[in-house]
């Protein structure tokens, strides 16, 4: 399901200007990166997508329905938010309940609701804690059952407002297994994150916002390769990156593996000799 935001300017009751004609189009099975400072509008954005916030101008399309068109509930169908912050969206004793409102709340079928948060709980790994209560859970597993109650939904559209916060190296790198998994299912996802290691690893296009604008739409080699625009929106490059270019490195890295084969071609290139050329 496309989603097509075009000239979105958004004015909040206080007169801020939070965001000043961003357009944007998301292909179906996209995943996608809103990175930038706090305050450069990404979370006032993707709010406009399940229609929590309305333009001021412009319009903002979700497939064939304007989201100023629909209700809150009707979207819900079509888009699912999972918020920054696990404890402003759970409210339920367990957590296999928690998990079940959202399917609940669409009216499905029994037995879709059972399967729908089967799964849900077994991609987060919560199979083993589904009968605890939320609260005696770690902040970081609260985030894995507010992304497992959301992902029961089954929307074609997932958001996610900073998915790794709270979460260590390992669990991480378990929430891109989860990524993966809604890429196979071809779910459209967009992430807020200020994690830029994990974006570079696990996101094809990148949106660098500032100022309520879009500063940079792209691939990760052509968002990083921009140091002077990264840097007057705050935004520092991932590690790999920023190691290549202290020694040298001309081609844009941003992960382990490309980072590895780069030195590799590099060294090859020099025990080659004069003139031959590194490999791409």
């Not at 993707?46 to 916030?53: A, D, P, Q």
């Not at 260590?168 to 299912?185: I, K, N």
């Amino acid at each position: 399901m496309q989603i097509d935001i075009t000239d979105l300017h958004f004015t909040y009751p206080t007169g801020v200007e939070a965001l000043r004609g961003v357009s944007l189009h998301i292909d179906p099975g996209e995943q996608v990166a809103i990175i930038g400072q706090n305050g450069s509008g990404k979370t006032t954005l993707v709010k406009h997508l399940n229609g929590l916030l309305q333009p001021t101008r412009g319009t903002v399309r979700v497939g064939d329905w304007l989201t100023g068109e629909q209700s809150v509930a009707q979207m819900a169908a079509r888009v699912g938010y999972v918020f920054q912050n696990p404890d402003d969206q759970l409210f339920k004793t367990r957590v296999e309940d928690e998990v079940r409102v959202g399917p609940l709340n669409l009216k499905l079928p029994p037995d879709q609701v059972a399967a729908q948060t089967e799964h849900a709980l077994h991609l987060l790994g919560l199979l083993e804690r589904r009968d605890l209560h939320p609260y005696d859970l770690t902040p970081a597993w609260r985030k894995r059952v507010a992304i497992a109650a959301v992902l029961a939904m089954n929307t074609p559209i997932v958001v996610l407002d900073e998915p790794t916060t709270g979460q260590d190296y390992a669990t991480a790198q378990e929430l891109g297994q989860v990524l993966d998994a809604l890429r196979g299912e071809a779910k459209t996802v967009i992430a807020i994150s200020h994690d830029i290691d994990f974006v570079a690893t696990h996101f094809s296009r990148i949106v660098v916002m500032g100022q309520g604008q879009v500063l940079v739409d792209g691939a990760p080699e052509r968002v990083f390769a921009q140091a002077d625009l990264l840097a007057g929106a705050y935004v520092e490059p991932p590690q790999m990156t920023r190691l290549a270019r202290r020694l040298g490195m001309d081609t844009i890295v941003y992960s382990v593996e490309g980072f590895v084969d780069q030195l590799a071609a590099q060294s090859a290139a020099e025990q080659a000799g004069p003139g031959a050329a590194p490999r791409q």
